[in-house]
């Protein structure tokens, strides 16, 4: 069994709820932020520029992932997890609606529509995503931190990579418009799913807001000032724009150049997380023995075969089918390998004390400038019908990505091995989202340092369920 019992997995019990919503939230982004609406958005016939827009929201939108902090010590976590989690779902009412209208001759304002909706959604899940981690990060004990986001990160995969699977099947029953509907209906069950768990979570005390004058003093100072933090950094950089554009491109290019199945599309999505898997099956045992640098490197010569790979393929066609799954493949596990090693050698460079505000600096750098480069290339990519890519603009994209990876290669020698780090940066379902997960990491509060142990009903049960109506008044 996957979930958590009474008699499997006694000690995650109590803290089952956040477990639950681990595998609903699943249904929900997978869908909503993924390769799904990347075709819903090429069948309402948008140009590579807004594909490119509404991925990335997600990236763009990151500073207000930041700015969101400070509502903290006023909502605190639940009440603010649950508002952006609840206001985000009504923006799936849009594209379930296109769907369910199915226009044979879709209009200019539904991708409009869909492009203010996405960015309305993605804007209420960066306030949501503020808060949703430190909270449960407060109410799992230490004791069974590694055991709970291990889970946390199975239910995710399980959940995921089903999603993706029902995808494809849909997309060979149903014709088009029928298929995107089932799809974002099940996304929306995902998203109420997840809320209803959400609310059954006990609340934790409010925490402080780092100093605006902090801030202000030591993120020039961080972004300046010569060291191992400030050249990390701008490695990170380059690396976030080159390989961010890929995954709605690629789709994009496929469905539009090729005339790819949408069910291909999507299992060609599930083997991207497929990698992402394995590369952190190959890590587990062997990044706190041969630390993160072997793992940069393996990630940069994955992307680099996919540059490659994606290059002859361009160039030959037909022929070389075949490699297409095998890069998708290849992408997932430069992603896994990039994701883990990132979180591993993140935390060496800053001190435990001090750690919020670089950390928090260093993702939402890289995640805000790597959400730029798709609204960029998809500019450049859009040929005068707007509805596909100018191949020689994405031969160029390819060239750049392998450029980008032989000199980050060569940089690597700068960067010096770090010593094991007593608490890695290490979160759950942020390895199956290797570029995604990085906003997760921004959190400029300071939380109380211990967890919250659910209290315990009359029955003698303890856990969330049974501080749910304490918790609720609270709120």
């Not at 080159?242 to 090729?258: E, M, N, S």
Request: charged residues 15%; contains cysteine.
């Amino acid at each position: 069994m996957l979930f958590p019992t009474r008699t499997r997995h006694p000690e995650l019990y109590p803290y089952r709820h956040g477990l639950y919503f681990a595998f609903f939230h699943a249904l929900n982004w997978q869908v909503v932020i993924g390769t799904p609406t990347v075709l819903f958005m090429q069948h309402l016939g948008a140009d590579s520029f807004q594909v490119g827009l509404v991925f990335a929201w997600t990236f763009l939108l990151t500073p207000v992932q930041v700015v969101a902090t400070a509502l903290l010590p006023h909502l605190g976590y639940k009440r603010l997890t649950l508002f952006g989690w609840n206001a985000r779902a009504w923006f799936l009412l849009v594209p379930l609606g296109l769907a369910a209208l199915a226009p044979a001759h879709p209009s200019g304002w539904m991708i409009s529509g869909m492009v203010i909706a996405m960015f309305c959604y993605a804007i209420y899940r960066a306030m949501g995503t503020a808060a949703i981690t430190p909270w449960l990060y407060q109410v799992v004990p230490e004791d069974v931190r590694g055991r709970y986001w291990s889970t946390d990160q199975l239910l995710a995969a399980v959940a995921g990579l089903g999603i993706l699977m029902l995808c494809a099947a849909i997309f060979i029953v149903l014709p088009p418009y029928s298929a995107f509907q089932v799809q974002y209906l099940i996304a929306v069950f995902g998203a109420l799913a997840a809320y209803r768990e959400l609310k059954r979570l006990p609340d934790v005390p409010k925490p402080k807001l780092i100093s605006l004058e902090k801030i202000l003093t030591e993120t020039p100072r961080l972004l300046t000032q010569r060291g191992l933090y400030r050249t990390y950094l701008y490695q990170s950089v380059p690396l976030f724009i080159a390989i961010t554009p890929l995954a709605p491109f690629t789709a994009f290019y496929l469905k539009t150049a090729h005339g790819t199945a949408a069910a291909a599309i999507m299992i060609y999505a599930m083997l991207t997380y497929l990698g992402v898997i394995t590369a952190n099956i190959v890590m587990r045992s062997r990044i706190d023995r041969v630390g993160a640098k072997p793992f940069f490197r393996y990630s940069y010569s994955g992307y680099g075969f996919v540059a490659v790979g994606w290059l002859a393929f361009l160039k030959v066609g037909e022929p070389l089918n075949a490699i297409v799954p095998v890069l998708f493949f290849v992408q997932g596990f430069a992603g896994g390998c990039w994701t883990s090693a990132n979180l591993n050698y993140l935390v060496r460079l800053v001190p435990a004390e001090d750690r919020a505000l670089p950390v928090s600096l260093h993702s939402a750098t890289i995640t805000c400038l790597g959400g730029v480069a798709p609204v960029v290339w998809g500019l450049f990519l859009k040929d005068d019908s707007g509805r596909a890519v100018r191949e020689p603009v994405f031969v160029a994209f390819f060239i750049i990505l392998l450029l980008v990876m032989v000199v980050l290669s060569l940089l690597l020698r700068r960067l010096p091995e770090q010593a094991p780090a007593d608490e890695p940066l290490l979160r759950g379902a942020w390895l199956l989202r290797p570029i995604r997960g990085l906003a997760n990491l921004i959190n400029l509060t300071e939380s109380p340092p211990r967890a919250v142990r659910p209290p315990s009903d009359s029955s003698g049960e303890t856990g969330p369920a049974a501080s749910h109506d304490g918790a609720r008044k609270r709120d």
